[in-house]
T-cell receptor, first 111, second 111 residues
Framework: DAGVIQSPRHEVTEMGQEVTLRCKPI?????LFWYRQTMMRGLELLIY????????DSGMPEDRFSAKMPNASFSTLKIQPSEPRDSAVYFC?????????FGQGTRLTVV | KQEVTQIPAALSVPEGENLVLNCSFT??????LQWFRQDPGKGLTSLLL?????REQTSGRLNASLDKSSGRSTLYIAASQPGDSATYLC??????????FGAGTILRVKS
C-alpha cells in the first residue's frame, strides 16, 4: 500500500477563493482524520470519520470548513471562502486496528 | 477534555547521549498511546504504539513506557545520533477513537 495520499502537496490561493484538499486513506482502514498544524496551535483535530460517517466535527473552526467522505477510499476538506488565517499544513490520517498513519500533508497558503 | 503535555519543549544533546522525552495526559481512559516523529516539512511517522494494557514497547534504540494510572509515558532514545533530530509527538487515543496530540518535543542531536 502506498500509504495515505494527500493532494495537492502545496496550495497557494487568494483570499476568498474556494480550496479543496483531498485524501486517499489506506485501504481497509475504518477511521479517517483531518488535522491542521500551525506553529501557534500545534496539531488540531478538525473532524474524523468512521466507516465514511462523520463522528466528531467539533474541531471544525467555522462554517467555512466542510468535509466529506463519499466512499471508503476518498475524503475532501473544503474551505469556502478561504482567509489568510487558514494558512497551515493540513494532514489526513487513517487508522484501522492499532496505529494511525499520516499523509505528507498539504501546505496551504492564503494570500 | 483530554490534555496532552510534553516536556521538555526542546532538547539539545551531544551525539551518543541517552535521553528521555516525557508525555503526560489528564484522562487515563485511553485506548492506546502512540509516539510519532516529524521531520521538518514532512508528515508524521509512527514510531511506537503502546496499548493501554501494556507497560512498554521497544523498537531498536527506542523504548516507550506507559503508566496509564498516573497518566504518563516516556520515550527513551539510546545512543542518540544526529539523524534522530526531529520533533517527537505523543498522542493518546481516547475511547471513541479520537487521537489527541501533545505539542511535541523538538530534539537536536549535535555531532
Amino acid at each position: 500500500d502506498a500509504g495515505v495520499i494527500q493532494s495537492p502537496r502545496h496550495e497557494v490561493t487568494e483570499m476568498g477563493q474556494e480550496v479543496t484538499l483531498r485524501c486517499k486513506p489506506i485501504s481497509g482502514h475504518d477511521y479517517l482524520f483531518w488535522y491542521r498544524q500551525t506553529m501557534m496551535r500545534g496539531l488540531e483535530l478538525l473532524i474524523y470519520f468512521n466507516n465514511n460517517v462523520p463522528i466528531d466535527d467539533s474541531g471544525m473552526p467555522e462554517d467555512r470548513f466542510s468535509a466529506k467522505m463519499p466512499n471508503a477510499s476518498f475524503s475532501t476538506l473544503k474551505i469556502q471562502p478561504s482567509e489568510p488565517r487558514d494558512s497551515a499544513v493540513y494532514f489526513c490520517a487513517s487508522q484501522g486496528i492499532g496505529e494511525a498513519f499520516f499523509g505528507q500533508g498539504t501546505r496551504l497558503t492564503v494570500v | 477534555k483530554q490534555e496532552v503535555t510534553q516536556i521538555p519543549a526542546a532538547l539539545s544533546v551531544p551525539e551518543g547521549e541517552n535521553l528521555v522525552l516525557n508525555c503526560s495526559f489528564t484522562d487515563s481512559a485511553i485506548y492506546n498511546l502512540q509516539w510519532f516523529r516529524q521531520d521538518p516539512g514532512k508528515g508524521l511517522t509512527s514510531l511506537l504504539l503502546i496499548q493501554s494494557s501494556q507497560r512498554e514497547q521497544t523498537s531498536g534504540r527506542l523504548n516507550a513506557s506507559l503508566d496509564k494510572s498516573s497518566g504518563r509515558s516516556t520515550l527513551y532514545i539510546a545512543a542518540s545520533q544526529p539523524g534522530d533530530s526531529a520533533t517527537y509527538l505523543c498522542a493518546v487515543l481516547e475511547y471513541g477513537n479520537k487521537l489527541v496530540f501533545g505539542a511535541g518535543t523538538i530534539l537536536r542531536v549535535k555531532s
